[in-house]
C-alpha cells in the first residue's frame, strides 16, 4: 500500500469517482477495484471512511459474500 500522505492527497478525486461508480448501482469493493483501477485494499480504506460519515451505506451481498455499497450521499 502507497504512503497514507499520498494516498489522502488524492481524497477528493477517489471520492468523486467511487461515487460516480456508485451511481450506476450498488457494487462491491472488488467491483469498485476493477472499475476504478485502484487496489482493492485502497478501494476498502476509502469506503470504510466514506461510511463513517455517510456518503455510502452497505446494501446486499454479492453471489461470492462480498457486501456492495451504495451511494447515500454526494459530496
Same mark, same amino acid.
Given at each position: 500500500m502507497r504512503e497514507v500522505r499520498e494516498?489522502?492527497?488524492e481524497?477528493?478525486?477517489v471520492r468523486g469517482r467511487i461515487l460516480e461508480l456508485l451511481a450506476e448501482g450498488p457494487r462491491s469493493v472488488p467491483e469498485l477495484a476493477e472499475r476504478s483501477g485502484l487496489p482493492a485494499e485502497e478501494v476498502m480504506v476509502w469506503l470504510m471512511g466514506m461510511r463513517k #460519515?455517510?456518503?455510502v451505506a452497505e446494501t446486499?451481498?454479492?453471489g461470492e459474500g462480498y457486501?456492495? #455499497?451504495a451511494a447515500v450521499r454526494s459530496p
Open positions: 494516498v489522502m492527497r481524497e477528493p478525486l #460519515y455517510g456518503f446486499d451481498q454479492d457486501y456492495r #455499497y
